[in-house]
């Protein structure tokens, strides 16, 4: 028997991110709406507050460790790439130098860098254009969605917008995010909601998922590939969502599997600290604990520590400065 790795994670973990988009575009545009018919408007300094409580504190603290460990020579931080993670553009730093070894410890902000925008896009539109938001979402998601599928055909385009890196800009990856979101402004209406309810078994979430995986996985050279994760993720999440009693919703209701989506945030930000231990520019004194299982062990730990320190009390300040709409879910 071949030793344990933690290669696919590495292999597919942009599924994962694709996954958390669909997530939060769904999410964050509810929420939105849902303040809409309480309120009868959407406070936009109130959206922020609670986004910069949720969001930053945990982000900043993982930066300011990164910094400290390359201050004192521990790792190696590229100052620019560093900036740009802090200032949330750095998906297109990574495209524009090409290189995820300037960001090492930090290329995962790419991710944080496109829903950072989304939630400057999303907001404004729902407010600005309430009569039109539904029109103007779906010429949006055809727009990016044509535009994906337009440069992916062009190959000196792609390379000169980042080449293999190119995905990790906004413009190639919004459409993630605008779609789900597209989908929550419809679910308010009976009719769209009735037909998800009937045709969105939770039984055909896997399969759905698998064909997703055959096809972006065997045939990624197809330009029909590069449409199925974000149009088809966000239909896999609501699968489940609209049948909670399902034995799949049930499944996803798990003690463990709710505590694990509590840290996430907090375990996405910490395991690009740990699961560097291959890299040949990998930290020497961390070196031991970078490598698998201890690098698990490893991000857990800081992972729990940022929930309940950082995490939490920052998320209870921010529902105090700008009381939700709906409570949601207990933190």
């Known amino acids: 028997m071949g030793r344990i790795t933690d290669a696919p994670l590495h292999h597919y973990g942009f599924f994962g991110v694709d996954l958390f988009f669909a997530i939060s575009g769904l ?39 990164i910094a400290t460990l390359g201050l004192v020579h521990i790792i190696h931080v590229d100052l620019k790439a560093w900036l740009s993670s802090l200032l949330f553009y750095s998906n297109y730093y990574t495209a524009a130098t090409h290189n995820t070894e300037l960001s090492l410890y930090t290329n995962h902000f790419w991710s944080l860098s496109v829903e950072e925008h989304f939630y400057l896009l999303l907001p404004a539109l729902l407010v600005f254009f309430p009569k039109h938001r539904t029109r103007i979402l779906s010429v949006l998601v055809s727009i990016f969605l044509t535009y994906n599928l337009a440069v992916h055909s062009m190959p000196a385009v792609l390379n000169s917008m980042g080449g293999d890196y190119a995905d990790v800009r906004t413009d190639l990856h919004i459409v993630s995010l605008l779609f789900p979101a597209l989908l929550a402004i419809r679910l308010t209406k009976p009719e769209f909601r009735k037909r998800c309810e009937q045709w969105l078994v939770p039984s055909g979430t896997i399969l759905l998922f698998a064909a997703i995986w055959v096809l972006t996985h065997f045939f990624a050279h197809m330009l029909a590939a590069k ?39 907090s375990l996405y930000l910490w395991q690009q600290l740990f ?17 698998w299982p201890v690098s698990l062990l490893s991000t857990l730990t800081c992972a729990v520590a940022s929930y309940y320190l950082i995490e939490r009390p920052f998320i209870r300040i921010g529902r105090r400065l700008a009381p939700p709409a709906t409570e949601g879910r207990p933190a």
Request: aromatic residues 12%; proline residues 6%.
């Open 275 to 291: 699961f560097n231990g291959d890299h040949p520019h990998a930290a020497g004194l961390l070196s031991v604990l970078q490598h």
């Open 227 to 265: 449409a199925l994760v974000p149009l088809g993720f966000p239909f896999i999440i609501l699968s489940t969502t609209l049948h909670p009693k399902s034995v799949l919703g049930r499944f996803l209701e798990l003690r463990l599997l709710k505590f694990l989506g509590r840290i996430s945030y």
């Open 27 to 65: 999410l964050i545009c509810s929420r939105l709406l849902e303040e809409e018919q309480v309120y009868h408007r959407i406070h936009l300094k109130d959206f922020y507050v609670r986004r910069f409580c949720r969001i930053l504190p945990p982000a900043i603290l993982f930066l300011i460790v």
